[in-house]
């Protein structure tokens, strides 16, 4: 156990409560009580408060909360995780329906907002603010553990294929897609009102959710769990507004996954048996970089303990300055 153990929990629901009624007090517009944002501040703040000390979020928090002090302390290799994503899906996906209302419409429907003036009831609010919350205090929590889609996707990732080999995605073009598929469903929100990710239904794989099948969501589903197979996360790199929202707070999320250079041995064993893209961008010290979900593969893939989960700054890029001095 790492001595840091102890106050990481404290820690992190103090700047978890902090990032909820910063920005709830800030925005001082208000609603009316359960309906949308629109007057009177003390009962929006109220209900929102409510709203993040229901069931729901607070085994969400739990979850997420756990996930850093796991990466922080233990070894999480492949096997482990796969197990842990089993646990979030029955759990999320299962238990505690994720629904009410989904990660995806509740951003949808923010962005709808911003854009057409309209207002957003504080049910999709309270959504936002949690995932948003979760997402700066670390990188992707809530992605990596607390959605029960993602967590699916990783399941059914490790079913063996034929070539075993680890397909990764170039970030320049799943994210490259995922901008489109967003800037498409904005120009259909200003001309016809409608989104692209909800319209029928047709991107909104969290329906799922609602253990009601149409040949819509059947498609969907059975489609992403195919790509899964072969790459990671396919849906949430490709397609999810709500991973684009989270990959844009990664970049100021307090926890993530960082890199000791003075330790590395560059035998790229954390690049290889990863999972997702976003390793070798670390390794490099690239300061854009791709979606990370904070699954700790590679930090038990390092064998040299350079990579870690937690505060500070990685000395990758100092390193690389040294090296060119050189």
């Not at 979760?134 to 959605?147: Q, T």
Request: net charge positive.
């Amino acid at each position: 156990m790492k001595r840091n153990t102890i106050y990481l929990p404290v820690l992190c629901i103090a700047l978890f409560m902090i990032l909820i009624c910063v920005p709830v007090i800030a925005e001082g517009g208000g609603g009316g009580h359960g309906g949308g944002m629109g007057g009177g501040r003390n009962t929006d703040l109220s209900y929102i408060l409510t709203g993040l000390l229901s069931l729901k979020f607070i085994i969400g928090g739990i979850a997420a909360l756990s996930g850093i002090i796991l990466l922080e302390t233990t070894k999480i290799d492949r096997n482990i995780r796969t197990l842990l994503m089993c646990a979030i899906f029955v759990l999320f996906g299962v238990l505690v329906i994720m629904h009410q209302p989904s990660p995806l419409r509740a951003v949808v429907d923010l962005i709808t907002a911003l854009v057409t003036g309209s207002a957003i009831t504080l049910k999709k609010m309270t959504t936002i603010i949690f995932i948003s919350g979760l997402s700066v205090i670390g990188a992707k929590l809530f992605c990596g553990w607390v959605c029960p889609f993602g967590a699916l996707q990783e399941i059914v990732k490790r079913i063996p294929v034929p070539s075993g080999k680890n397909n990764k995605l170039p970030f320049n073009i799943s994210n490259g897609i995922r901008i489109s598929i967003f800037v498409i469903s904005l120009v259909m929100i200003l001309t016809t009102g409608s989104d692209l990710y909800t319209y029928h239904n047709i991107l909104n794989p969290f329906e799922l959710f609602d253990w009601h099948f149409d040949l819509v969501l059947a498609v969907l589903v059975g489609t992403v769990l195919v790509a899964s197979v072969f790459v990671y996360r396919p849906f949430c790199y490709l397609v999810c507004p709500v991973g684009l929202l989270t990959w844009l707070l990664e970049h100021i999320s307090i926890f993530r996954v960082r890199l000791d250079r003075d330790k590395c041995n560059d035998c790229n064993n954390c690049i290889r048996i990863s999972p997702c893209s976003s390793v070798k961008a670390i390794v490099d010290g690239d300061e854009l970089r791709p979606d990370c979900f904070s699954c700790g593969v590679c930090i038990d893939a390092c064998p040299t303990d350079a990579l870690t989960f937690g505060i500070g700054k990685t000395s990758a890029n100092r390193s690389r300055d040294r090296k060119s001095d050189d």
